[in-house]
């Protein structure tokens, strides 16, 4: 495999979509080939499965929302992730199966061992290159929580209960010991966030940072 795949994950609001963005846009202005997407998505037919996946009004039961989360990915991996990592692009995507591990093994307390060999098969067994995941401490996940749900209202996955919410946080801090996985505080400002994720991805594909430096001052 030729391309380089990073996956940002954490829990909702934790800033993983924006990550994504100013990471792929930094990454095009080193002149690399980029495919940002994100999970559930990143096809048509996986697009169609994130929006009955985040209904409100559907009743999805644990067993069933797993099969549609790996249904999604399957799709993905094929059409869009493998093929753009065999032609030499560097893929960001915004979730990945680290996500399923904490919602449907941990949150929705499916066996995590089921979940982690569905998505071994859902992905044909690839891996990230490295995978970052955005930890928020409670008190600033709930206060944004509390805003974003006020200015959007919130989507099915969002109207879980708060011990969904709390073990899906949990699974994430023990998710995020594993090799290979790179914790990072998210709460922090945007750009103090970017610099650090610029500064392990440029270290890992021999990248110069450029220009937005980290509040520590540190080249
Ligand atoms: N470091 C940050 N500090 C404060 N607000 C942030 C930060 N990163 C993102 N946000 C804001 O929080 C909200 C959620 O960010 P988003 O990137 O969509 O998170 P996610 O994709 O993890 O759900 C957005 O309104 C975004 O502008
Ligand atoms: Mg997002």
Redesign the pocket.
């Known amino acids: 495999m030729k391309g380089f795949f990073i996956v940002l994950e ?1 829990p ?7 990550q994504a963005k100013l990471l792929a846009q930094w990454l095009r202005s080193r002149r690399r080939k980029v495919l940002l997407t994100r999970e559930p998505g990143g096809t048509r037919l996986s697009e169609k499965l994130r929006e009955i996946l985040l209904d409100p009004k559907e009743q999805i039961e644990p067993l069933t929302e797993l099969f549609l989360y790996e249904t999604s990915r399957a799709k993905h991996t094929l059409s869009i992730i493998l093929p753009a990592l065999a032609s030499g692009k560097v893929v960001v995507s ?1 979730r990945f199966t680290m996500s399923t591990t904490a919602y449907q093994g941990y949150g929705r307390r499916l066996p995590v061992a089921t979940v982690e060999t569905l998505n071994k098969i859902a992905t044909c067994g690839i891996a990230p290159d490295l995978t970052v995941v ?1 930890r928020v401490p409670g008190r600033i996940f709930e206060e ?1 929580e509390r805003l ?1 749900q006020k200015l959007f209202g919130a989507d099915r996955m969002e109207r879980e209960s708060a011990g969904f919410r709390r073990r899906v946080n949990g699974a994430y801090k023990v998710l995020a010991a594993r090799p290979g996985v790179v914790s990072i505080d ?1 709460a ?3 750009e103090e ?1 970017h610099a650090e994720i610029k500064s392990l991805v440029a270290a890992r594909l021999g990248l110069k940072e450029g220009r937005a430096r980290a509040a520590s001052g540190k080249g």
Do not use: E, V, Y
Not at 12 to 18: A, E, L
């Open positions: 954490g909702d609001r934790s800033g993983k979509s924006t915004d955005l944004r974003a998210a922090r400002g945007i966030i």
